[in-house]
């Protein structure tokens, strides 16, 4: 099983997930996401989904959902665009305001909510970025400070 899991981490989570830091993060992309996932993994343990398993994240070894990477990597990303120089192109891009009027329906979720909500879920504040130790272990890169 863990072959699998390796040829998991390497080959289709790699490909599945490539650019994932600029994704803006629906309910329906998360849920695209984890089916994704559950199906590859399915799949690689030759567990049909006529055999109603339904725990198959304990038999594969798999405790953390995707998602939660995705958070990590977008806020490890907003903070390394907030270090740069201002004059760098992507945190123009970052700051960068459409001129024309939008259509007259809500608004779309956009990446800078979903960045704010995954802030705000791991108490991380507005200029704590400048400190890169203080902000990988907020994001939760790392689990212990050295």
Known sequence: ???????????IKSR?????????LTENNKRRVEA???????????ISRKGRIRNIRQQIGLE?????????KQLTWYGHVQR???????????????KQKRARERPKKNWMESIRKAMNERNLNEGQWEDRKQWSLGVGQRRTPF
């Open 64 to 72: 953390e959902p995707i998602i939660k990477e995705i958070e990590q």
């Open 84 to 98: 740069m120089a201002e004059g760098r192109l992507p945190k123009i891009a970052l700051k960068w305001m459409p």
């Open 1 to 11: 099983m863990e072959r699998k899991l390796n040829i998991y981490n390497v080959l």
């Open 16 to 24: 599945l997930l490539y650019g994932y830091e600029t994704w803006r």
């Open 36 to 46: 994704t996932k559950m199906d590859a993994m399915r799949r690689s343990s030759r």
